[in-house]
Nanobody, 114 residues
Framework: QVRLVESGGGLVQPGGSLRLSCAAS????????MGWYRQAPGKQRELVAT???????NYARSVKGRFTISRDNGKNAVYLQMNSLKPEDTAVYYC????????WGQGTQVTVSS
């Protein structure tokens, strides 16, 4: 079992920045890919970005160039730096890790509004 605790969400104006953090505990030795997903009201959950254990990254087209995913294997943590935020980035953001099965965090709300 892997437990994930997310932090860093909040309310920000368009054009602003936020940094999300996700800390893993438990069977962390089995973690391979870590990533962030989001779900807006009335929409399906979608991939935002992923990072492999070796550091290879993948981004959704809608966030490429604005968001940066990173991980600290020593701290068993993954981060999402979000810049130039837009109202359409408003969603609940979830951390997910692959450790055999998938494990999900509880989600953190990001609201982009003036």
């Amino acid at each position: 079992q892997v437990r994930l605790v997310e932090s860093g969400g909040g309310l920000v104006q368009p054009g602003g920045s936020l940094r999300l953090s996700c800390a893993a505990s438990g069977s962390v030795f089995s973690i391979s890919t870590m990533g962030w997903y989001r779900q807006a009201p009335g929409k399906q959950r979608e991939l935002v970005a992923t990072v492999t254990k070796s550091g290879s990254t993948n981004y959704a087209r809608s966030v490429k160039g604005r968001f940066t995913i990173s991980r600290d294997n020593g701290k068993n943590a993954v981060y999402l730096q979000m810049n130039s935020l837009k109202p359409e980035d408003t969603a609940v953001y979830y951390c997910k890790v692959v450790a055999g099965p998938n494990f999900w965090g509880q989600g953190t709300q990001v609201t982009v509004s003036s």
